[in-house]
């Protein structure tokens, strides 16, 4: 039964570790969020700190993104574009954005909820490293994307 849940708490995980990026006080869109921690959690797979490559899968991410809203972590809105450029969408059509809730919007906060969501995860070497190393690997990961 635990090899069914695992998976789905790793993508968890993943999101909660990814909610940085939002720090200070960033607005980025769904897809943009869930590309992100797609992107992480194919790092973290390869690094062997996540092991089911179910992580990286968009529609997994944007499931769990769900989650995240109902337990009102993120914020959500939608937004209509006004003006396109090549670099965003096409003018008119409606997009979410995330933003994290105020609680969420320091670092303690995130750590709290990222370490609660590691405790139910698989036991493995890589993920019980002291949160010290862990966040330092987070960072150091975090700038790679």
Not at 18 to 39: G, H, R, T
Not at 68 to 76: A, D, H, V, Y
Not at 117 to 129: D, E, L
């Amino acid at each position: 039964l635990a090899m069914l849940i695992w998976p789905f708490i790793d993508i968890y995980w993943i999101i909660s570790i990814s909610l940085y990026k939002l720090l200070p006080n960033k607005i980025v869109s769904q897809k943009e969020f869930a590309e992100i921690c797609s992107k992480l959690a194919e790092i973290k797979y390869f690094q062997g700190d996540v092991q089911f490559f179910e992580c990286v899968g968009i529609h997994a991410i944007n499931n769990a993104l769900k989650w995240f809203k109902s337990q009102g972590i993120l914020t959500t809105q939608s937004v209509v574009i006004k003006k396109s450029t090549f670099l965003t969408q096409s003018r008119g059509q409606t997009v979410s954005v995330f933003q994290l809730a105020e609680v969420y919007r320091d670092k303690q906060a995130i750590d709290e909820l990222s370490n609660v969501i590691n405790s139910y995860r698989k036991p493995n070497h890589n993920n019980n490293i002291n949160d010290h190393n862990n966040k330092k690997q987070l960072l150091l990961t975090n700038s790679k994307l």
